[in-house]
C-alpha cells in the first residue's frame, strides 16, 4: 500500500475519536509539500491526544508538489470546532497571492480557532490574508522580503525556527512541520511529552525570548521582571550582575540557558516592544525613543531596521494609531506578571 494511503487511513480513523479531543485542522492547497502534511499530523494523530484533520479550501482532493493527489476530510467551512488552525503553504500563495478561496478560508478557519500557526511559507499565507497585522513571525530568510512587503507592520524574526506571539505559532525550516507538531504538545502537555517526538520544541533551536515561556531561574526571573517593568534604567551587563551579586560570566551562561539570549539582547528586545507600542499610541519617535529607554534616535533607529526593515518614522507612517485604550496595553506583552513573578 502506498504511504499516501497509509496517511489518509490514519486521518479517516482520527475522525473517530472522541468529541472532547481537541481538533488541529490542517489546511492545505495544490503543490503542498506531502512530507510536510506528514510531519505535522502522524506525531499528533499517532498519540491520540488530538482529532487531527485535514482540509482544503472547497473540500477537493489536492495534488501535491510532487503530484501526488491526496485526499483531504472537508472544506475550511465544514471542518467543525476547532481548537487549533495550521495553514502550510502552497500554490501561488507561495508568491503572496492566495486565490481569493484560498484566503476566505484562511480567513474563516482562524477566525473559529483558539490558536493560530503558520508552517514556513504558511506564513506568507497569513499575512496575504491581512492576519499578521503587528504580530510576530518567524521565517525563512528568503522569504523576509515578501512579508514586510505584504505587512510592513509584521515584526520578522529570520534565522529562528519557532516563534509564538499571543495564540499565535510559526515555525521556518527543513523539519518546520514537525517543530510544530513539538511546540503544539509543549504547550499542551509539557516539554517532556514533547521530547518523546524526537523534536523538542527546545532541542537545538533558536527562539524568540520574549514569547517564549520558559520556565527560568529565579535570578533571570527577578532581572527580566525588573527590564520590563522599567526599560528606561540603565542595564548593562556589571549592573545586571550586580543586582543579583553574580558575575557577568555566570549571568550569561543563565540568560543562555534560560532564554536563549544575552541578557544586552533581551534588554534591546524590551526596549523595542515598548517603543514600538509607544508609536502605535501616537507618541512621537522622539519621546518614544526616550521613553523606551534606547536614549537616543540613533539607537531606537537601528533596532527598528534591524527588525522590521524600515526606521521608527516610516513604520509609524504606515501603521494607523490604535485607540487610547488599545494603545495603553502593551503590544503583546513580553511576560505575564504570573510568568515571571519569582515565588516568594
Known sequence: MSPICLLN?????????????????????????LLDIASATEPLAERGSYDVVVCSPDGEDITTRSGLPFHVSSSAHGAGRVDTAVVLGGGPALDGNPTAAHASAVRHIAGRARRLAGVDAGTIVLSAAGLLRGRRVTARQEHVGL?????????????TRVATDGNLITTAGEDA???????LVAQDQGEEQARALGAAAQD??????????????????????????DPTAPYSLADLAAK?????????????????TTPAKFVEQVRFDTARSLLDGGMSVTDSAFMSGFGS???????FVSRLGVSPRVYQRRVPCFP?????????????SRDLAVPG
Open 147 to 159: 512579508l514586510r512587503n505584504l505587512q510592513p507592520s509584521t515584526e520578522v524574526l529570520p534565522g
Open 204 to 229: 537545538g533551536g533558536q527562539y524568540d525570548p520574549r514569547t517564549m515561556p520558559a520556565t527560568v531561574n529565579p535570578m533571570v526571573r527577578r532581572l527580566t521582571q525588573q527590564i520590563i517593568a
Open 297 to 303: 534616535l540613533e539607537a531606537q533607529r537601528r533596532a
Open 244 to 260: 543579583v551579586a553574580v558575575s557577568p560570566r555566570h549571568l550569561s551562561r543563565l540568560f543562555r540557558e534560560a532564554l536563549h
Open 324 to 336: 487610547p485604550a488599545e494603545a495603553s496595553r502593551p503590544l503583546p506583552p513580553p511576560y505575564s
Open 9 to 33: 487511513q490514519r486521518m479517516d480513523r482520527s475522525s473517530l475519536v472522541a468529541d472532547e479531543l481537541p481538533r488541529i485542522a490542517l489546511l492545505v492547497v495544490d503543490g503542498v509539500s
Open 177 to 183: 512541520a514537525k517543530v510544530l507538531a513539538a511546540t
